[in-house]
């Protein structure tokens, strides 16, 4: 008996690459870990955020 391997619905395989300066990564990081979340995390949210928000005004 063999056991099917879950597959991630929206598995995602892209990468945006940003440029900072350590401090603001630092500070970044800092405030997500003492809030409970991941930067990626964070930056997903603001990204869909972002897109979900100005698709609807370009609509207009």
């Known amino acids: ?3 099917k391997k ?3 619905r929206n598995k ?3 990468q945006l690459v ?3 300066t350590p401090e ?3 500070a970044f990081v800092s405030l997500c870990e003492d809030l409970d979340t991941s930067a990626a995390r964070e930056i997903r949210h603001f990204m869909r ?3 979900k928000e100005h698709s609807q ?3 207009e």
């Open 1 to 3: 008996m063999t056991e």
């Open 6 to 8: 879950k597959t991630k």
């Open 12 to 14: 995602k395989t892209s």
């Open 18 to 20: 940003i440029r900072l």
């Open 24 to 26: 603001e990564r630092e």
């Open 49 to 51: 955020r972002f897109v």
């Open 57 to 59: 005004d370009a609509k």
